[in-house]
């Protein structure tokens, strides 16, 4: 069964970091993409980051270029996302999903951890 | 960016009856179109892929058709456990973009 678990979300304050962790087991880690897509409370959905199988291709939207950083650790099966000089509008849940390759669909979520930008 | 536009934002809906939610693309995406799901307090499930091709495990009364810029996803006899959100997601080029969903209610 194919399982993503994040981690690594709380309060934090604007302009600090955070640094989000999706651990995944139930399938073979290593040969798929994996994202970061996130929500606001009461909001849409909002793709935030792709990463490639080796890690060495990753992709951003414009809202959160430059501040996010996506990374993966095959060994570990695990997924990361660094994210840096945080703003009040990156307050959401923040899920971890996998993606079989580049422009394919999301086929499995995990559970969303909730990051929350405020003083 | 392609601009995904859902309609309606809200459907109330009687169980049984068959239902169509529009997603319309601002370019085509050709059909790297797919539709998620997302229940209550839940995290979104992949319900269509590429418009129109089925996920195991979804029941067979969810179809989605289209291609280019206009898509529907279609319930044939909603059920209680229908009531959610569904979102089109567009994956043809970056950044990969939602629409911003069609919530289903009862009527």
């Known amino acids: 069964e194919v399982q993503l678990v994040e981690s690594g979300g709380g309060l934090v304050q604007p302009g600090r970091s955070l640094k989000l962790s999706c651990a995944a087991s139930?399938?073979?880690?290593?040969?798929?993409?994996m994202a970061w897509v996130r929500q606001a409370p009461k909001k849409g959905l909002e793709w935030v980051a792709t990463?490639?199988?080796?890690?060495?291709?990753?992709y951003y939207p414009d809202s959160v270029k430059g501040r996010f950083t996506i990374s993966r650790d095959n060994a570990k099966s695990s997924l990361y996302l660094q994210m840096n000089s945080l703003k009040s509008e990156d307050t959401a849940t923040y899920y971890c999903?996998?993606?079989?390759?580049?422009?394919?669909?999301?086929?499995?979520w995990g559970q969303g951890v909730m990051v929350t930008v405020s003083s | 960016d392609v601009v995904l536009t859902q309609s309606p934002a809200t459907l109330s809906v009687t169980p049984g009856e068959r239902i169509s939610l529009s997603c319309r693309a601002s370019?085509?995406?050709?059909?790297?179109l797919h539709w998620y799901q997302q229940k209550p307090n839940e995290s979104p499930r992949l319900l269509i892929k590429?418009?129109?091709q089925s996920i195991s495990g979804i029941p067979s009364r969810f179809s989605g058709s289209g291609s280019g810029t206009d898509f529907t996803l279609s319930i044939n006899g909603v059920e209680l456990e229908d009531l959610s959100i569904y979102y089109c997601?567009?994956?043809?080029?970056?950044?990969?973009?939602f629409g911003a969903g069609t919530k289903l209610e009862l009527k």
């Open positions: 990463i490639s199988t080796s890690g060495s291709r990753t």
């Open positions: 370019e085509s995406v050709d059909t790297y």
């Open positions: 590429y418009a129109s």
């Open positions: 139930g399938f073979t880690f290593s040969n798929y993409y």
């Open positions: 999903a996998r993606q079989y390759s580049s422009y394919r669909p999301l086929d499995y």
């Open positions: 997601q567009q994956g043809n080029s970056l950044p990969y973009t």
